[in-house]
T-cell receptor, first 116, second 114 residues
Framework: NAGVTQTPKFQVLKTGQSMTLQCAQDMNHEYMSWYRQDPGMGLRLIHYSVGAGITDQGEVPNGYNVSRSTTEDFPLRLLSAAPSQTSVYFC???????????????FGNGTRLTVT | AQKITQTQPGMFVQEKEAVTLDCTYDTSDPSYGLFWYKQPSSGEMIFLIYQGSYDQQNATEGRYSLNFQKARKSANLVISASQLGDSAMYFCAMRDQGAQKLVFGQGTRLTINP
């Protein structure tokens, strides 16, 4: 069972370039999300989705787009990379049940992105 | 609004000692969940333990236990008989019933000395 798979593990971009971070899960989880982790700031939510065709913004959505065409996949697009987007990005998923507050997030292994 | 506070940026503990990592939280929702995650130097986020706001007993998972004091809004992680492999960053997080996001604290870096 693969769980949550993120690709690539490392990426270096030049300012202004675009790219897509891939995320796939095989646990049939309804909820998927993207976080970024920066030193001293913990993890902050970028975007999330509660099911195919439904996405919403988190705390820090600017500069990122998402779509959810299938239950399994939730790609994150950087439209025009900036040095401020240098970070570690995590994709995470969970069951979205009625009592959703007791369902833990399952994380991918992260993507380390550097924008020069 | 949900908020998580971890006041210990770093802790150093001798191997085999017990260690307590502090976490306080704030929410106005009576239904919420508290989570602890471990992030070793390899970078992955590992789910350790969960405590629900209505749970009568403190959660335990192997060497991990959660000291849940609801009136004080604290959810401290206790690791018994620490091991070198416990050296990592530890994050406390919460989600209440009304929110879709898991809110994280700043983390505590735990170092276990031999």
């Amino acid at each position: 069972n693969a769980g949550v798979t993120q690709t690539p593990k490392f990426q270096v971009l030049k300012t202004g370039q675009s790219m897509t971070l891939q995320c796939a899960q095989d646990m049939n989880h309804e909820y998927m999300s993207w976080y970024r982790q920066d030193p001293g700031m913990g993890l902050r939510l970028i975007h999330y989705s509660v099911g195919a065709g439904i996405t919403d913004q988190g705390e820090v959505p600017n500069g990122y787009n998402v779509s959810r065409s299938t239950t399994e996949d939730f790609p994150l697009r950087l439209l025009s990379a900036a040095p401020s987007q240098t970070s570690v990005y995590f994709c995470a998923s969970r069951k979205a049940r009625a009592l959703s507050y007791n369902s833990p997030l399952h994380f991918g292994n992260g993507t380390r992105l550097t924008v020069t | 609004a949900q908020k998580i506070t971890q006041t210990q940026p770093g802790m150093f503990v001798q191997e085999k000692e017990a260690v307590t990592l502090d976490c306080t939280y704030d929410t106005s929702d009576p239904s919420y969940g508290l989570f602890w995650y471990k992030q070793p130097s390899s970078g992955e986020m590992i789910f350790l333990i969960y405590q629900g706001s209505y749970d009568q007993q403190n959660a335990t998972e192997g060497r991990y236990s959660l000291n849940f004091q609801k009136a004080r809004k604290s959810a401290n992680l206790v690791i018994s008989a620490s091991q070198l492999g416990d050296s990592a960053m530890y994050f406390c997080a919460m989600r209440d019933q009304g929110a879709q996001k898991l809110v994280f604290g700043q983390g505590t870096r735990l170092t276990i000395n031999p």
